[in-house]
């Protein structure tokens, strides 16, 4: 499976902004797909994930919950993050990362395929 996001920029604090991941591979449908993000200095952490299959149930880190909407279109293999209410601390390089075998939670280390990654800019 092959990631690529797209979306990414620079926004005013409060402001939305829409992240897009087009995945390659004809069995998109089977993984859970996660959002996560890394900001310089800290480790990569979970922001988003939602389930294989057609259940699509979501999971969401407690800084984004409310704000961030994790959404995907099996049919165009493609998830989505809208995020909204932007703050200084959703600063971070954003990346797709894809979990087979049945997996959905928020580890890290659980998701086996990943994209390049999308830099978010949040400033006041």
């Known amino acids: 499976v092959q990631l690529v996001e797209s979306g990414g920029g620079s926004v005013q604090t409060g402001g939305s902004l829409r992240l897009s991941c087009a995945a390659s591979?004809?069995?998109?449908?089977?993984?859970?797909m996660g959002w996560f993000r890394q900001a310089p200095g800290k480790e990569r952490e979970f922001v988003a994930a939602i389930s294989f299959a057609w259940s699509s149930s979501t999971l969401y880190a407690d800084s984004v919950k409310g704000r961030f909407t994790i959404s995907r279109d099996n049919a165009k293999n493609t998830v989505s993050l809208q995020m909204n209410s932007l703050k200084a601390e959703d600063t971070a390089v954003y990346y797709c990362?894809?979990?087979?075998?049945?997996?959905?939670?928020?580890?890290?280390?659980?998701?086996?395929?990943w994209g390049q990654g999308t830099l978010v800019t949040v400033s006041s």
């Open positions: 591979g004809r069995t998109f449908s089977r993984y859970t």
């Open positions: 990362a894809a979990a087979g075998g049945g997996y959905y939670g928020p580890l890290t280390r659980s998701y086996d395929y």
